[in-house]
């Protein structure tokens, strides 16, 4: 059997082959205070209806909850850096902005297909016992990387690396080999707070602390409700996501254009037609979204977000689609087109419309958004 070194060079052989671009390894202990301020932003309800976050906190706070077997953990990171500055579509009104994770292949399809082949190597080579999580498993993935030198949490609460800037997506293994660990990487964020001035609705209460309920990342891909009115002029037009805080950091100096085909931005994903957009029906906003993530948040709440940004765009060409929204089958995105309207027409067209509308409107939601308008 080699010993622990050579299997641990053995190992990252093998991922970088995987394309992986940062690899490093940690112990599954000493994360009780990491586990301490995520219970805190639990209890604070910072996680608003993501409540599987709050049902798995125990399994989170330590990884040999959720498999007391594990001896080592092996994270991975692969670089998804853009080749523009993602702050400048944000200027292109007429058309959505989505983020730049979104813009090629899922990457939880992508990492993990690697991350299997990686632990199939292992299981094979030293008879290891290993399991793979991207994502959606119940692992603080931020803090563990962080713990084996991979980089360190900003401000903005992701993994910064000095290599790579903010643009990486964590994958990790959990084997029962013993593995020598990686020392861990210190902040480097220093007086700098650019993520936290730069967010567009306040998400940070304070540095490394995020409010998801106020994160238009949160609102556009995981709220299942009427986005509050507060959010809607500041989103403008994001309509998946929000990159802000990665994109103005500076350590992105040293990031690199990313390698993986799979992640190469699709025309239609990157800043698609805000007119295109509004005409998705169900079955063509599958065909659209087939193999991205943006498909799992639906087509309602997309188009819900995507008539926000319409409003957003105060381009009033847009009004006869908005009216036709006006009769959409989804409450989210007629009462997205109310508001919209009242940014793209004037008084008289505004009552033209809610005289045609409201009377056969049932949805107390849409009903609030027509008095509203009328208010404003
Ligand atoms: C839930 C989730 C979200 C939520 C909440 C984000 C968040 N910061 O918590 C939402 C939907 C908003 C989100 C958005 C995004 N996400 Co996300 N998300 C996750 C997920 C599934 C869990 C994160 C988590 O545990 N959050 C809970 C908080 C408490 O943990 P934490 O952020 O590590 O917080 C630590 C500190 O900030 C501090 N802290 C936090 N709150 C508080 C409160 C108090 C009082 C105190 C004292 C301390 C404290 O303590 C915590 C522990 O050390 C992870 C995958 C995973 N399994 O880890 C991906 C993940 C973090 N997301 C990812 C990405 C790419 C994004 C987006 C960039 C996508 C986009 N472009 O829209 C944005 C970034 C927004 C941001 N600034 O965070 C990547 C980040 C990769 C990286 N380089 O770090 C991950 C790791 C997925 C992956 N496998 O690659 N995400
Ligand atoms: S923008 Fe500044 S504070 Fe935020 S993560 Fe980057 S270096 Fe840290």
């Known amino acids: 059997m080699p010993d622990p070194k050579s299997q641990k060079d053995h190992i990252i052989k093998a991922a970088q082959a995987a394309g992986f671009d940062l690899i490093r390894v940690t112990n599954p202990g000493g994360l009780r205070p990491h586990a301490d301020h995520f219970r805190a932003f639990i209890d604070l309800d910072r996680h608003g209806d993501m409540l599987w976050m709050a049902e798995k906190a125990d399994r989170r706070s330590d990884p040999r909850t959720l498999w007391p077997d594990v001896r080592s953990i092996i994270l991975l990171a692969m670089n998804y850096g853009p080749d523009s500055d993602p702050l400048e579509t944000l200027k292109l009104k007429d058309r959505g902005n989505i983020s730049v994770y979104a813009r090629g292949k899922d990457y939880h399809d992508v990492v993990k297909k690697k991350l299997k082949q990686v632990a199939r190597d292992i299981h094979r080579s030293f008879d290891a016992e290993v399991k793979v999580f991207v994502d959606t498993a119940p692992v603080m993935e931020k803090p563990l990387a962080q713990k084996s030198g991979l980089g360190w949490q900003g401000k903005h609460t992701n993994l910064v690396s000095r290599e790579f800037g903010s643009w990486l997506f964590l994958g990790s293994i959990f084997t029962t080999l013993d593995l020598p660990p990686d020392p861990p990487e210190r902040d480097h964020c220093g007086s700098c707070q650019k993520c936290i001035d730069i967010c567009p609705t306040d998400a940070f209460p304070a540095p490394n602390q995020l409010d998801a309920r106020r994160c238009i990342s949160y ?42 085909p799979a992640y190469l931005p699709r025309p239609e994903l990157s800043f698609p037609e805000l007119g295109d957009l509004m005409e998705l029906d169900d079955k063509s906003f599958r065909q659209v979204f087939s193999g ?19 409003g957003n765009s105060r381009n009033s060409n847009f009004m006869p689609q908005v009216e036709r929204r006006l009769a959409d089958s989804s409450p989210y995105v007629r009462a997205m087109a109310v508001w919209a309207l009242g940014l793209l027409c004037d008084k008289e067209k505004q009552t033209v419309l809610r005289n045609n509308y409201l009377s056969d409107e049932t949805d107390v939601s849409v009903i609030r958004e027509w008095q509203k308008l009328k208010r404003r």
């Open 292 to 310: 991205s993530p943006i498909k799992r948040i639906g087509r309602d709440y997309f188009i819900r977000n995507v008539m926000i940004a319409v």
């Open 219 to 260: 609102l556009t891909i995981e709220y299942k409700g009427h986005i509050a009115e507060e959010f809607r002029k500041p989103m403008g037009n994001r309509i998946y996501g929000c990159d802000d805080c990665l994109s103005i950091c500076p350590w992105n100096k040293y990031a690199q254009k990313l390698d993986e």
